[in-house]
């Protein structure tokens, strides 16, 4: 069983040591600050550490060289056991385990686990950084290795007696860096709080005056403003690419506050992030302030009205791959289907672990303001702020175009019940603008048939399509 976690918050409650004497840990893009299908091999509750995605982001290049002498006696090791995992040796990473530990994993596991992240990321390039870090009693250890289309984070968490008691595996993606050329031209841009602000990219069309300007906003997580995901990068894809039919974009990193502000949001989470893109829009006498669209992917797609109702200067929203339904119902589809397409997994097996995720989907819909609880990897805080949130009825409400877009062949939001309910919750509306397109996933990009995460490791770009589509329904409106 793969642990993955995705855009839209994908977790698997599954307690299999009952089942296969193995504890299997589920794990949301939380866990590691990295947005994308991070594979949490086995954790300890003294080493767990929440990496900061913005200082692992590099230029991409061929790897810097790291002499052991510079490294500390763990420094050193974790170095080893990193490139021995490259060249596909596992052995002597497994017998660093902790007892308990091995108790969790085996050998054949873990190397699955590494090929399943690795794959399709092209010919390894060099070590990007290795950093070192105390984490309660625990020594954390993070490698990164460069591959042509995207980095690999390793964690590594040494309990006191130097032996494994924490390993982390996920995807490190490359800065996003400005592109100029004959259509467009972009820029380094900052806004927001003085104290926190907001790093982004703004892309200005060429020979055209006053464009409108499109805001695209991620989904749940950490997402750099590529919204880069193993080698992908669906937010430079659809910025390139509205640029070119002369729409001016703005992208920017999103970062959850978990490590500064544990008892987070979703105004924290994405809503604030959003209305401060807005206000910078604004600020531009390069664009039609008159234009201000938002395109809201997967989570910021079901928050695309919120951020509307909020902020009346946007003209009208497009939703890809969001959904009207609250987030708890489609996390319980999202582990049905994950369960389903695992042929691991027998019937009986399936309703234990569908039962085990009800307890955590009750107590998320019976929050209490001020409950101190962590409920799939989230702050009670977040989902009592996301309960308050009506969509279906904030939607209903807006007059201003909406253009609700959806793949078919997604497996975290679903063409046949997620997009059905927004045309059924939306069916007499003449604002609205629905398509469905044949042989996308959730990133809008063309499916190559497999059902979880690492589908993302194989290089794409968003569907012509669909960029085609949007630009279309902007100017239009």
Known sequence: ??????????????????????????VSAKDTGININTAVIFASSTGNKKSDKNSQAAK??????????????????SKKLALQMNKGEFKETYNTLSIGAKQQLTLEYLEEVWNSVVTDLGSYKGIRSITEEKVKINTVVNVILNYDNCGILIQFSYNTNKKLDGLWITYAPYEPEPV??????EKIITFGDKKKPIKGILTLPKNVKKPPVAILVPGSGDHDADESIAANKPFRDLAHGL???????????????LSSKPEFTIQDDSLN????????????????????????????????????????????????????????DIIVDQTRKLLEADKSVTPEM???????IQPAIKKIKELKEGSKDII???PASYWYSLNQIDIPKIVKKLKIPIFIAQGNEDFQVFADIDFVAWKELLKNKENVTFKLYDNLNH??????????????????????????DIAKWIKKN
């Open 1 to 26: 069983m793969k642990k993955t976690a995705s855009l839209f918050i994908l977790v698997t409650l599954l307690s299999v040591l009952s089942l296969t004497g193995k504890d299997t840990k589920a």
């Open 60 to 77: 991409k290049d061929t790897g810097t060289k790291f002499e052991d002498k510079e490294l500390s006696e763990l420094g050193k090791l």
């Open 180 to 185: 100029s050329n004959k259509y467009f031209e």
């Open 243 to 257: 640029a070119k039919q002369g729409i001016a974009v703005i992208r920017y990193n999103e970062s959850t506050p």
């Open 273 to 328: 992030d959003a209305a401060q893109a807005i206000k910078y829009a604004k600020t531009l006498k390069s664009v039609d302030k008159n234009r201000i669209y938002i395109i809201g992917h997967s989570l910021g797609g079901m928050m695309a009205p919120k951020i509307a109702a909020d902020n009346k200067e946007v003209k009208g929203i497009v939703c890809l791959a969001g959904s009207p339904r609250k987030l708890e």
């Open 350 to 356: 399936l309703k234990i672990y569908m039962a085990q």
């Open 376 to 378: 799939l990897n989230y």
């Open 443 to 468: 990133l809008f990009m063309k499916s190559n048939g497999r059902t979880d995460v690492t589908e993302y490791s194989i290089k794409g770009t968003v569907d012509s399509r669909v960029i085609n």
